[in-house]
Nanobody, 114 residues
Framework: VQLQASGGGSVQPGGSLRLSCAAS????????MGWYRQAPGNQRELVARATSAENTIYIDSVKGRFTISRDNAKNTVYLQMNNLKPEDTAVYYC?????????WGQGTQLTVSS
């Protein structure tokens, strides 16, 4: 599985941005897809995950602000990020968990700053 992430950039606090992660095969059968992030000096942390059964989980700090969604027709997973905060600044990595293996896309930088 190859993953292509896009959509990062710079935004002011309170702004919105959407990350996209396009997969090289149908995501319908992929067990789970989601996003991790890593800020400088911090460990990588799971931000959001969506399973093939459409179950979603979020890290507490983004609940109510971020929404993960899967578009099976486009083989793409999205992370809609609203009300962004400076502490959301990090490199975001999309991933797929399929047949007991993890696959990673390249990181995309999000910077939230005034």
């Amino acid at each position: 599985v190859q993953l292509q992430a896009s959509g990062g950039g710079s935004v002011q606090p309170g702004g919105s941005l959407r990350l996209s992660c396009a997969a090289s095969l149908s995501i319908f059968s992929i067990d789970a897809m989601g996003w991790y992030r890593q800020a400088p000096g911090n460990q990588r942390e799971l931000v959001a995950r969506a399973t093939s059964a459409e179950n979603t989980i979020y890290i507490d700090s983004v609940k109510g602000r971020f929404t993960i969604s899967r578009d099976n027709a486009k083989n793409t997973v999205y992370l809609q990020m609203n009300n962004l905060k400076p502490e959301d600044t990090a490199v975001y990595y999309c991933y797929a968990y399929h047949l007991r293996l993890y696959y990673w896309g390249q990181g995309t930088q999000l910077t939230v700053s005034s």
